[in-house]
C-alpha cells in the first residue's frame, strides 16, 4: 500500500519536467528561466550596472582641464587728492589659465579608467553570486515539493488503512486504539507536511524576490532533481577559483592604487597660473598689456601624510587578494565536502537503505492484511521508509546547494547548469 502510492508518486516527479496542459493551472518554472528572468530584472545587477556608469562619469571628470579664470580689476579710486573719484582709475582686464604639472591630469585618468574595470570585475561578481542564490533557492523548491508528495504518499496510505483495520477490529484482530494510533500517524504526518508547505511557499518569495517580483507569478519548479554528476577533482576545481571576478578585481584595484600613488607623489608639484590681461590709464589714456606667472611654493606642505596612506594601501593589496582567495578557496572545500558527503549518503541510501526498506514494506504491509503483523509494527515500518526518504531529499539537496556553491565559484559547469556561467 505505502510502497505502491509513493512509487506512484515518485513516478510522477520524475515527469516533473512535462508542463502540465491545464491551461488554468499557474506556469511552470524550470532553473533555465529563473537564471535568465534573474539576470534581467534583479535589482542587485542593476546596482552593479550603475556602479560602472558612475565610474565612467568619475573617468570623464578626471580627464578635464581646468576652466580659464577672467577678472576686473579697479585700482586708484576713491582716495583722496589726485585720486578721488575714478579720474586716475586704472582698470584691468584679465584672463588666467592654470596649466597643470606634467603626469597630474594622467595620473588622475588612470586611477579612473582603473576604478571602471574594477566596477565590471564587481558587477560580473555579482551576477555569479546571484546566479548561485538562484539555482540554490530552486533547489530548495525542488526539494520542499518532493517532501510533500511524499507526504502525501504517506498519509494517503494511512487514510486508506483505516476501512481495513476497521473491519480487523470488527473481527476482534485488532483494538480500537489502534484507530487513534493511525489517525495519530497520519495527523503527525499531515503537521511535517504543513511546515513543508511553510518553507516551499517561502522559497517561492525569495526566487520572486531575485527575479525582481514582489510575489510569484509561476507555478511548480520543474527540473531533474533527482540526477547527480561525477565531481571534477578538488585541484581542479581550486585552481579554477583564480579567474573567478572577486579575484580578477585585484588587478585593476592595484593599478588604480599605484596611479592613486603617483597622485599623491605629485600633488606638491607646483601648479602654474598663467595670465594675460589690458590695463587702461585713465588719466593719461593710456592702455598697456599685462602678463602674469604665478606658482605655489611647496614649503610646508609636501603632502607627507597622504603619500605614506597612499603607500600603505598599495602594499596591503597583494595581502587582501591573498585573504580574498582563501575565503574563497575555504568556501569551495565546505562545498566540496558536502557534496562528496552527500553523494556517498546518496549511494548507501539509493543502493542499500531504501530498496530494503520498500521491499519490508512490501511483507509488513501484506502479512497485517493476513493478520501476522500488528499496527504498530506496520507503523515503525511505514515511518523507517519515509525517514529513508526524506534522508534521500535531504542528500539531494544538500548535494545540488554544494554544487550551485561550485559553479560560482569555480565557473565550471557540473550540473545545474551545463554551461560556463562566466
Known sequence: MLFRRVAALACACAL??????????????????????????????AI?????????????????????EIGLDVENVAGSGRYRGTRSAETTLQIGQLIEFPGKRDARVTAASAEIETARWQRQSERLEVLSETAVTFVRILGAQRRIEIFDGLIASLDGMLPLLQRRIDAG?????????????????????????????????ELATLMGLTA?????????????????????????????????????????????????????????RLSAGWRHFRETGDNAAVFG???????????????????????????ERAANKATLLVVLGRAYEAAAGAQRELALLQGSVI??????????????????????????????????????????????????????????PILLTRTRLR
Do not use: C
Not at 294 to 312: R, V
Open 16 to 45: 516533473l519536467g512535462a508542463p502540465s496542459a491545464v491551461a488554468e493551472a499557474p506556469r511552470v518554472i524550470t532553473l533555465a528561466e529563473a537564471l535568465k528572468r534573474t539576470v534581467a530584472a534583479n535589482p542587485r545587477l
Open 48 to 68: 552593479a550596472e550603475r556602479e560602472i556608469g558612475i565610474a565612467a562619469g568619475r573617468r570623464i571628470q578626471a580627464a578635464t582641464i581646468p576652466n580659464p
Open 173 to 205: 484482530a485488532s483494538s480500537p486504539a489502534d484507530v487513534s494510533r493511525a489517525q495519530v500517524a497520519a495527523d503527525l504526518i499531515r503537521v511535517e507536511r504543513e511546515r513543508t508547505k511553510t518553507a516551499l511557499e517561502t522559497a517561492r518569495r
Open 216 to 272: 510569484p507569478d509561476f507555478g511548480a519548479a520543474v527540473g531533474d532533481f533527482g540526477s547527480t554528476a561525477r565531481l571534477p577533482s578538488v585541484n581542479t576545481l581550486m585552481a579554477a577559483v583564480d579567474e573567478h571576478p572577486q579575484l580578477s578585481r585585484w588587478t585593476s584595484i592595484r593599478a588604480q592604487r599605484r596611479a592613486e600613488l603617483l597622485s599623491a607623489r605629485l600633488r606638491p608639484a607646483p601648479d602654474f
Open 293 to 319: 606667472l604665478s606658482a605655489a611654493i611647496p614649503l610646508w606642505d609636501q603632502n607627507q601624510g597622504a603619500i605614506i596612506a597612499a603607500q600603505e594601501t598599495l602594499a596591503k593589496t597583494e595581502a
Open 355 to 412: 530498496p530494503k526498506a520498500r521491499i519490508s514494506i512490501r511483507a509488513i504491509e501484506d502479512g497485517y492484511a493476513q493478520g501476522r503483523f500488528s499496527l504498530l509494527e506496520l507503523l515503525d515500518t511505514q515511518a523507517a521508509f519515509s525517514q529513508a526518504l526524506q534522508r534521500e531529499q535531504e542528500a539531494l539537496v544538500s548535494f545540488h546547494t554544494a554544487i550551485a556553491t561550485i559553479e560560482w565559484l569555480s565557473g565550471t
